[in-house]
T-cell receptor, first 113, second 114 residues
């Protein structure tokens, strides 16, 4: 079955770039997503990338996809205290009717002042 | 417009009791999903509805878990004879269609089984 893995913790100084990594196993994944979860709040979709893309940039966020290695990363430029949260990588398969998302365990990003 | 809402926000119950968790999706969203998030873990898929039908129930962990959706709107997740391992945050999401299938999540119901 599908599996998505992430490291559990990342600490970054305010103003530096944060890079959160994710690996997945389903080579037929169609869409890959990054969600943000702040304490006491639901998941917020940050960005997504279609599997035939290598890179997507959206303001401070850059997503890189290495399909050969099944590796996805999220770079947050100029990290701010408001970026403190848990970041989840998720993938959606290509099979018809397979609408569920498979999530990683989440990476807790801590900002050091 | 209103987002996905869930009720109750918190539920504490005794082992062996039944609980019902409610999800109100975004109006007009045809797809609805239930996930479970145990402490410190990622989300586990439970069940997916397209309209009022559930084409994928593969994530329901046991026959104590069931869900229904009516009027292509509200959904109820029922857990019978709750066990301590059922303690988790139960998240509901809705999506307007297939394809990109961006899923919009509710705030979740935190279930604690004593």
């Amino acid at each position: 079955g599908e599996d998505v893995e992430q490291s559990l913790f990342l600490s970054v100084r305010e103003g530096d770039s944060s890079v959160i990594n994710c690996t997945y196993t389903d080579s037929s994944s169609t869409y890959l997503y990054w969600y943000k979860q702040e304490p006491g709040a639901g998941l917020q979709l940050l960005t997504y990338i279609f599997s035939n893309m290598d890179m997507k940039q959206d303001q401070r966020l850059t997503v890189l996809l290495n399909k050969k290695d099944k590796h996805l990363s999220l770079r947050i430029a100029d990290t701010q205290t408001g970026d403190s949260a848990i970041y989840f990588c998720a993938e959606k398969g290509a099979n018809f009717g397979n609408e569920k998302l498979t999530f990683g365990t989440g990476t807790r990003l801590t900002i050091i002042p | 417009g209103a987002g996905v809402s869930q009720s109750p926000s918190n539920k504490v119950t005794e082992k062996g009791k039944d609980v019902e968790l409610r999800c109100d999706p975004i109006s007009g969203h045809t797809a609805l999903y239930w996930y479970r998030q145990r402490l410190g873990q990622g989300l586990e898929f439970l069940i997916y509805f397209q309209g009022n039908s559930a084409p994928d129930k593969s994530g329901l962990p046991s026959d104590r878990f069931s869900a229904e959706r009516t009027g292509e709107s509200v959904s109820t997740l029922t857990i019978q004879r709750t066990q301590q391992e059922d303690s988790a945050v139960y998240l509901c999401a809705s999506s307007p269609d297939r394809g990109l299938g961006e899923q919009f999540f509710g705030p979740g119901t935190r279930l604690t089984v004593l």
